[in-house]
């Protein structure tokens, strides 16, 4: 796990509910879109991403979205959620995740996202600033 977070300096520890577990005994491929979601805010948040949201009216939106399920995840289970950016441009840029079990020692999960920036007063695409700009490439992999 040393080496994941390594990896992935940006990271969400997610604990496996068993209400997300479904009739087949594994958690619910549903679910990973929501652990996708809480790993996608805290990135957000920790580099300050959302800063100006509500002055600015400028904010990510998810055009697209793909999870690759590769082994299954069963309660109990703490999960952590690496995330890393790619192709960023002036106004997207694509968000990977990583899901790792705990129990399993292993990368249960992987996914992305295609996030384009959206400016909510005018309902068109907007850019993303430089200082965001240089914050995403910080934590861009190919």
Known sequence: MEQFIAKYPIHTHIPVAWGEMDALQHVNNANYFRYFETARLDFFTQINFLKDLHQSGI???????????????????????????????????????????????????????????????TGQKADISPELLDALKTHEQA
């Open 59 to 121: 904010g990510p939106v998810v055009s697209e979205t793909n999870a690759r399920f590769k082994r299954p995840v069963v309660y109990p289970d703490n999960l952590v959620v690496g995330v890393s950016v790619s192709e960023t441009q002036q106004d997207r840029f694509t968000m990977h995740y990583h899901v790792y079990s705990k129990s399993q020692q292993a990368v249960t999960t992987q996914g992305w996202a295609k996030i384009v920036m959206f400016n909510f007063k």
